[in-house]
């Protein structure tokens, strides 16, 4: 990582900030000192001081990253069913395994997609893994059978989320921001929800027109006219490379554990407590919400509820994890992390537990808004425990890492419900067992050793 820039060229770095309406309280004063151990102040810019910090435009970016390519795929996937089942004769469970293969594919490609980030062009990258995408929706159009269409689903998809979505805005957010890093890991993990309110009526409103190809065209000309431009004129891989110092400071962070980029390897992680604590702990709440969501509709059909209502309950479910990101990522900055992830915590076990009585749907509707808020609030959490412990330049690759580690938590999440169902007439037992991981998770969380300055 380039730290120094020369006295005369740095002020002109800092001027070339993109510019716009500044969010208050957030400017770009100053430029790095020049290869100094000790931050030397610096005379305030005035015309830097007049630009947007640039963080902010990233997060912008990312923000419509996340929401083309989660809706093209996580939120859009159940509208391919139909019509491809239909046109290839299979039965729909057989589709579905698509999107198995995204999960699966997803935990081979992020660790590589971490570990390049870290070391090579965020702008490269994200510009690359999108232009893969956009090229297999373009190629499933024309696929003769439906095992290649699969291929290209699942390579394209799992390139593309991983060099479009959560971890790389993770690292953009972790390294543009240190003292509001939660607020901006949370700003930026909106796009995601977003995505699932926008993109598939527009999905669904291709397919209906112009069949599933013609929908998968009309994702590739999103990925090409909205997130690739948004990429190629906004995405900076460091401050540095402005002149600038995270959050627009005049001063840089105090310097992170882990040390430059690459100074944490997969053997060093495996041998790392803050590692597997973390991902242990967040893939058990992953592994259990994916559990819920997956089978939300069958379950609260057990308590009277009708296939609509149940539908506006995911609805709820987007719009508090959109609530609970905003919040979370806001307050992260200021309270220690360990306390939030057991509040969100609490909520998911309230929900737990009135799902195993029989409640009435304004008690319903009100636990799953709850637990849609813990669910929102764990995603920038997750990025601000990573960036905490081990450092915004190792970011990439300690996500990318855990992926595998999370995976085994999600594929048991989706299957342990309907299993217990199938086999004890009743989801009860299966959620008494999600209970029972959370308090396990919520103790296997005292171990997590933070940094000082993320426990004030």
Not at 217 to 246: E, F, K, M, Q
């Amino acid at each position: 990582m380039r730290n120094g820039h020369d006295s005369i060229r740095a002020p002109v770095q800092a001027c070339n900030a993109c510019t716009g309406a500044p969010p208050s309280g957030h400017w770009a004063s100053h430029a790095p000192a020049p290869h100094t151990s000790t931050p030397m102040k610096t005379d305030t810019n005035p015309v830097a001081a007049a630009r947007t910090f640039h963080g902010w435009w990233i997060l912008s970016s990312v923000f419509v990253t996340q929401a083309v390519t989660a809706g093209l795929t996580t939120y859009s996937f159940g509208l391919y069913q139909i019509p491809v089942a239909e046109e290839f004769g299979v039965s729909r469970s057989t589709v579905a395994w698509g999107l198995s293969g995204i999960m699966l594919m997803g935990a081979v490609v992020a660790p590589l997609m971490g570990r390049a980030l870290d070391r090579r062009s965020n702008r490269a990258l994200m510009l690359g893994a999108g232009a893969f995408m956009a090229s297999c929706l373009l190629a499933m159009t024309v696929a003769p059978r439906l095992w290649l269409i699969g291929l290209l689903f699942v390579f394209g998809s799992s390139v593309g989320m991983a060099g479009l979505g959560p971890q790389a805005a993770g690292k953009l957010a972790a390294t543009w921001f240190s003292r509001l890093r939660g607020r901006a890991l949370g700003i930026s993990s909106v796009g995601t929800s977003a995505g699932g309110l926008a993109v598939p009526p527009l999905v669904a409103a291709a397919i209906a027109a112009w069949g599933w190809r013609g929908a998968a065209v009309v994702g590739a000309v999103l990925l090409g006219v909205v997130a690739l431009p948004t990429v190629a004129l906004s995405i900076r891989n460091r401050p540095a490379d402005l002149g600038l110092y995270p959050d627009g400071d005049a001063q840089p962070p105090p310097a992170p554990p882990g040390g430059a980029a690459g100074g944490w390897s997969f053997g060093r992680l495996a041998r790392e407590r803050n590692f597997w604590v973390i991902a242990l702990v967040i893939g058990t709440i992953f592994g259990t919400v994916s559990g819920i969501i997956s089978n939300l509709p069958p379950l609260v059909a057990e308590f009277g509820v009708e296939s609509q209502q149940a539908a506006a309950l995911l609805s709820l479910l987007s719009l508090a994890g959109i609530a609970g990101k905003l919040c979370f990522g806001a307050v992260a900055d200021r309270l220690d992390k360990r306390l939030l992830v057991w509040s969100g915590m609490a909520m998911l076990v309230g929900f737990l537990m009135i799902a195993s009585s029989d409640p009435s749907l304004t008690v319903l509707v009100a636990a799953t808004g709850a637990m849609g808020f813990a669910l929102g609030g764990a995603l920038p959490l997750w990025g601000a425990l990573i960036g905490d412990c081990f450092g915004p330049e190792a970011f990439g690759e300690v996500m990318g890492w855990m992926g595998p580690v999370m995976l085994p938590f999600n594929i048991v999440g989706i299957q342990l419900l309907p299993w217990c169902y199938d086999h004890f007439g009743s989801y009860v037992p299966g959620l008494r067992i999600c209970i029972g991981a959370i308090l396990g998770a919520a103790l296997l969380l005292l171990l997590l050793r933070l940094p000082e300055r993320s426990r004030n």
